[in-house]
């Protein structure tokens, strides 16, 4: 299942308005309004903006209540959010044991499959990878596409090169999430 825009807003304002522009039409970045740590992380905001602003509550705004919904009826194996810019791919979010390991093995498959590098980053909460990974105990990557050095938002002429770079990763992760169910 893809789920091509959850913040059709924001992508809106960015690309007339405010390229660096990265909440919904409400000034809540929406990255940071899930239930997981809601709030606790490093750069959160509380007042609007255009980006950092973690909302009212977690999933006061419509999209991430929606995305929450629909997770949690189609109970996925693992979740996949295509952010932009970085190329890196983050997978973390204090599990321990063997969740980590096993998350840690798949974003590995992600790496060698895009180039892209993992990272760990200290400090971030309230994402839907985060969510995911504390509610639901599932393997859960946020993958940052495109060279840091582009423009925001990222121009469709720079779409194939990417595509290209993420081409074959959701079978290959399948691939790896099966390998792991066998063990």
């Given at each position: 299942?893809?789920?091509?825009?959850?913040?059709?807003?924001?992508?809106?304002?960015?690309?007339?308005?405010?390229?660096?522009?990265?909440?919904?039409?409400?000034?809540?970045?929406?990255?940071?309004?899930?239930?997981?740590?809601?709030?606790?992380?490093?750069?959160?905001?509380?007042?609007?903006?255009?980006?950092?602003?973690?909302?009212?509550?977690?999933?006061?705004?419509?999209?991430?209540?929606?995305?929450?919904?629909?997770?949690?009826?189609?109970?996925?194996?693992?979740?996949?959010?295509?952010?932009?810019?970085?190329?890196?791919?983050?997978?973390?979010?204090?599990?321990?044991?063997?969740?980590?390991?096993?998350?840690?093995?798949?974003?590995?498959?992600?790496?060698?499959?895009?180039?892209?590098?993992?990272?760990?980053?200290?400090?971030?909460?309230?994402?839907?990878?985060?969510?995911?990974?504390?509610?639901?105990?599932?393997?859960?990557?946020?993958?940052?596409v495109g060279n840091d050095c582009l423009s925001h938002p990222i121009s469709l002429d720079k779409a194939e090169e990417i595509a290209q770079k993420n081409s074959?990763?959701?079978?290959?992760?399948?691939?790896?999430?099966?390998?792991?169910?066998?063990?």
């Open positions: 299942m893809v789920l091509p825009l959850i913040n059709p807003d924001g992508a809106i304002i960015a690309e007339s308005v405010d390229g660096s522009f990265k909440a919904n039409a409400n000034g809540v970045d929406l990255n940071v309004n899930f239930p997981a740590r809601w709030g606790k992380g490093r750069q959160n905001v509380f007042v609007k903006d255009k980006e950092n602003f973690v909302g009212e509550k977690p999933l006061s705004e419509p999209e991430t209540k929606a995305l929450c919904n629909f997770t949690l009826k189609i109970k996925p194996d693992m979740t996949i959010s295509y952010h932009s810019k970085g190329e890196e791919i983050y997978y973390e979010f204090y599990q321990k044991g063997k969740r980590r390991e096993r998350d840690a093995y798949l974003a590995d498959i992600a790496s060698k499959t895009t180039g892209y590098v993992v990272k760990s980053i200290k400090g971030s909460c309230g994402g839907y990878k985060d969510w995911c990974i504390q509610r639901l105990k599932i393997p859960a990557l946020t993958i940052e074959g990763l959701i079978e290959k992760l399948i691939e790896g999430l099966l390998w792991l169910k066998n063990l």
